[in-house]
């Protein structure tokens, strides 16, 4: 049997994403965005209200980078969801991060965030929250590569968000292969 939940966006894993832009004046700000993935190969999708610091910022400077949350840091990616910038204004400083500037768009990287994307704004409704990023680089912090170079889940420790709980939980070990294992049915 089962329960019925109603419309809701329930689905697992859902990535806890870190958004990152400069402000007027160059100060780097960041929010926790909930609701985000994969739009295309090279396009990300985000949904997020205009009323944002975050939002506005990039918005005016067509560009911001998306870095992973981790378990790492999991306190400050919460603290950065649940107080606004608009209200706070040294939040970005509370967090203890650091950053450096993107070399590919005009937004910063945080270095406590090993994977990041980089990316120009490339449509926003400002009535739907739906925004979709052109991604210019993906970035990895060399610390997450495996000793073959590519990304390393475990090292890299990404946190998901249980919107049915409002827990963020971590990903666990490998299940399978991708592309191979479903091949067995196939004959």
Known sequence: MRKNFGAKPILYPQPVLIIATYDENGKPDAMNAAWGGTADEDKLFLCLSAGHKTTKNLLARKAFTV????????????????????????????TGWHTEKSAFVDAPLIEELPLAFECELESYDEETGMLIGKVKNVCADERILSDKGKIDPEKLSPITFDPVNNAYLRLGGKAGNAFRDGLQLKQ
Do not use: I, M
């Not at 400050?76 to 040294?90: F, I, L, Q, R």
């Open 67 to 94: 870095s992973v949350g981790t378990e790492q840091e999991l306190v400050p990616c919460d603290y950065v969801g649940v107080v606004s910038a608009n209200d706070v204004k040294d939040k970005f400083q509370k």
